[in-house]
């Protein structure tokens, strides 16, 4: 938090701001004032959900290419300048380039267009991740406190993943806070049963708007050979399991890095936030995924499913995502401990 900055100045300690979040996010909540100084927001037209305007391309964004209204962290959203979200975050970005340094849980290779332009303005950045990754690198062994996980995890589901042929299921969480109407719910679950593809799904209690979660008993019926749900796992281990081919998630950046450094897929089904910025680099820049219609229906479902695990195109995305493992693996294989990369 950027308070931080004031207090380390006057308690005279060193201080550098820590972004959570993607770099692209991070220069997505920077143009939160530019897109106001330009007229562009607040949106006039009250249908701009729906009547395409987020579908604009933006080409003035330093570092961002093939960036569209829609990709911008999502507070945009409310159309309102003084909603505390949109005020709150593009005022922390703006007020970390106040800090002495940045640092930035990214590699070099993954965002280095945008890294590039953020330094070419606050050269003081520093690169450090994938820390998941870099904690299995540490002299000492895996730093347990850089778990991040929430909810009480279910180890169960790695023995019931030790019995599935390998790239064979479909992992799905849309992570800890992100919530979905009853009718999404069941979308999602007879896409993932028409598929016909073993599947390991995460279901909060509080996933559900308003209301705790009951699935169709003849969902329940259909896939009791080939299904488990549970409330929450160690989605770290989950992702480097073997059998799991392919993850359906909300594109949070915690979930995308895990991905990233373990080389699987993804369909994409961003909530809020920086998901939506998350969701079209992994897109489209990085190929790694493809994204699901936000309305999502269970013909779409399981059509993305069967492409993206036997499909041609699939398979060039697998192939994409592997390259983008290995170079996760090599960000964090230099030094002894590895040492952050400074962005110049």
Not at 58 to 87: E, T
């Amino acid at each position: 938090m950027s308070f931080a900055i004031k207090a380390a100045e006057i308690l005279g300690i060193p201080e550098v701001q820590f972004w959570t979040a993607s770099a692209c996010s991070f220069m997505g909540y920077l143009q939160f004032t530019e897109l106001v100084e330009r007229g562009i927001f607040p949106f006039q037209n009250e249908t701009f959900l729906s009547d395409g305007t987020l579908d604009k391309p933006i080409d003035w964004i330093p570092g961002m290419s093939n960036i569209r209204l829609r990709d911008i962290p999502s507070f945009i959203r409310a159309n309102n300048p003084n909603d505390i979200l949109f005020d709150f975050m593009g005022s922390e970005a703006q007020n970390c380039l106040k800090a002495p340094a940045i640092i930035f849980n990214t590699f070099h290779k993954l965002e280095h267009q945008v890294l590039k332009a953020i330094a070419a303005e606050f050269p003081r950045i520093y690169t450090i991740g994938p820390l998941h990754l870099l904690a299995t690198h540490m002299p000492d062994g895996p730093s347990k406190s850089i778990n991040s996980s929430l909810w009480k995890e279910d180890a169960n589901c790695i023995e019931w993943l030790n019995k599935r042929e390998p790239g064979s299921v479909v992992y799905v969480n849309f992570g800890s806070v992100t919530v979905m109407s009853e009718k999404h719910a069941k979308e999602f679950a007879w896409g993932l049963a028409n598929s016909k593809y073993p599947f390991l799904w995460v279901v909060r209690p509080d996933v559900m708007m308003g209301e705790s979660v009951v699935l169709p008993r003849e969902f329940m019926e259909e896939i009791k050979e080939r299904g488990y749900i549970t409330s929450w796992c160690p989605q770290q281990q989950v992702l480097s399991h073997p059998a799991v081919g392919l993850f359906l998630t909300h594109c949070g950046w915690n979930s995308l890095l895990e991905a990233v450094t373990e080389g699987v897929p993804l369909i994409c089904w961003p909530f809020f936030a920086d998901q939506h910025t998350n969701c079209r680099y992994a897109c489209t820049t990085w190929g790694t995924a493809m994204e699901i219609n936000p309305d999502v229906k269970r013909q779409e479902l399981e059509a993305l499913a069967k492409e993206m695990m036997e499909g041609d195109n699939g398979q060039r995305i697998r192939r994409k995502a592997l390259d983008w493992k290995n170079k996760a693996e090599a960000a964090v294989s230099c030094g002894d401990p590895p040492l952050p990369t400074l962005i110049e």
